[in-house]
């Protein structure tokens, strides 16, 4: 077997996306969705029920009584954050397994995935941009999940990555995709086929290092998630592994005309969001 | 020992010998590491932003987060604890890029420049200082004896 078949085959063994979570997002995505119906879709998994619960009641929401049913929990969470809540909690558990391979800390992936998806989503609202939340949000967050496949195959790999990155002349991604012949993008892009996924966040993850090769339809999505994992990473929030060897992708900022100070704002905003997210999510910044 | 943490947009100050300061992940950031080796007194800040200009409503809440801010306040929280400015050595670390050419995301860089002004001008020297490359760092203070470690990433522990 070749190395990309071996890594197909592991991609078929992966662990379905959440059925619960995925019939839950479907559920949520009516305008109108019925809660007596979403709650028998949660019910189902005590641990995401568990989750829902611990959210409520902890302190960042600060209630001054104790929600006790799912149903009430549902009712005050409201769509968004319910969708979130789902999303992260799954995402955490794929991103959080040992990186052999990688050798990052188990829990750096996922804390790179979660400033990634904040920071998309920063740059949805602040900067108006016309597409849906959820796919924001989605795309951004599993974006690197190629990673957690590809690093249990390089072990024997990563020096002459590792060595290529340091000349300073390859990106991370440039270096896998030279030793190797393939990306974490295209593998990430495999995966998220797998989960069946639609079309949009497929190609924002198998093009998240090139945004400009994406299928023009869902290129914006791509160009926002580039955009968010280069600032992510800019900004201390990456996997360690690469440190900072990332290729830039302005394609947004330019065709929006941001300048320096926007740029700056934007970095602002991102880390008031984190705290929040971090402290909700139970996530230490660093 | 016991290990101080100092988040993104944080500072802290120590004359606790028993302490170590640490900052982790400094990408764009920079971490300055301020010692008076007299007074064993130390102080680290984590700043993200090189001016307060664009939100003064959370450099009032938040000045570490800005270096125009975050800077001068690491100093005088120095002195309250009875170090002394000409005694104090500087030590900074960070200030990363990813890889663009165009300059675009060029904050690492500002925010070091911004830091070379303000000690320029207040007659400040830096004794010590890895900046710049696309490396990730994370950066300790024993307050024992100033010490300064830097983990940078693909490189390993280096003293600076
Ligand atoms: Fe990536
Ligand atoms: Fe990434």
């Known amino acids: 077997m070749s190395l990309m078949e071996e890594i197909i085959a592991a991609v078929d063994e992966m662990p379905p996306f959440p059925q619960v979570v995925q019939r839950a997002m479907q559920a949520l995505a009516e305008p109108e969705y019925e809660v007596s119906g979403l709650v028998d879709i949660l019910k189902v998994d005590q641990a995401v029920t568990a989750n829902i619960l611990k959210l409520c009641n902890s302190a960042y929401f600060g209630l001054p009584r104790k929600v006790s049913s799912l149903k009430e929990a549902v009712v005050y969470l409201g769509a968004n954050q319910l969708r979130q809540l789902l999303l992260s909690g799954a995402a955490s558990k794929i991103y959080e397994k040992p990186n052999e391979g990688y050798a990052v800390f188990a829990d750096e992936l996922w804390r790179h995935a979660l400033a990634t998806a904040v920071m998309a989503q920063v740059l949805r609202r602040h900067l108006r941009l016309k597409i849906d939340e959820n796919m924001v949000f989605t795309a951004a967050l599993l974006h690197d999940v190629g990673k957690v496949v590809l690093s249990t195959f390089v072990v024997d790999k990563y020096l002459a990555i590792e060595s290529m990155v340091e000349s300073g002349e390859y990106s991370f991604q440039e270096a896998e995709k030279e030793v190797l012949g393939f990306d974490h993008a295209e593998i990430g892009g495999k995966i998220a086929e797998s989960w069946d996924f639609p079309p949009a966040i497929i190609a924002a993850i198998a093009f998240h290092h090139e945004p400009s090769s994406s299928p023009k339809e869902f290129r914006l999505l791509a160009e926002i998630v580039a955009l968010a994992n280069n600032l992510a990473v800019m900004v201390g929030y990456g996997t360690g592994v690469d440190g900072l060897a990332c290729r830039g992708h302005d394609l947004l900022l330019q065709k929006l005309k941001l300048g320096e100070k926007d740029l700056e704002k934007l970095v602002l905003l991102f880390q008031i969001e984190m705290e929040k997210t971090c402290d909700i999510a139970g996530v230490s910044e660093h | ?160």
């Not at chain 2, 987060?65 to 005694?87: E, H, S, T, V, W």
């Not at chain 2, 490396?135 to 490189?155: F, P, V």
């Open chain 2, 1 to 160: 020992m016991s290990l101080v943490t100092i988040g993104i947009a944080d500072l802290k100050v120590s004359n606790n010998p028993e302490d170590t300061l640490v900052t982790y992940s400094l990408g764009s950031c920079i971490g300055l590491a301020v010692y008076d080796p007299v007074a064993r007194v130390g102080g680290l800040l984590h700043y993200m932003l090189p001016d307060s200009s664009i939100n003064q409503e959370k450099a009032a809440k938040n000045p570490a987060m800005f270096a125009n801010k975050g800077i001068p306040l690491l100093f005088k929280q120095c002195y309250k604890l009875g170090a002394d400015k000409k005694r104090m050595i500087i030590k900074v670390a960070g200030g990363s890029q990813i890889m663009d050419d165009a300059g675009t995301f060029n904050i690492g860089k500002r925010n070091y420049a911004i830091l070379r002004k303000m000690f320029w001008k207040n007659n400040v020297m830096i004794d010590g200082e890895d900046i710049g490359g696309n490396c990730n760092r994370t950066m300790y203070m024993q307050i024992e004896d100033g010490k300064i470690n830097l983990k940078i990433s693909k490189k390993g522990m280096v003293e600076l």
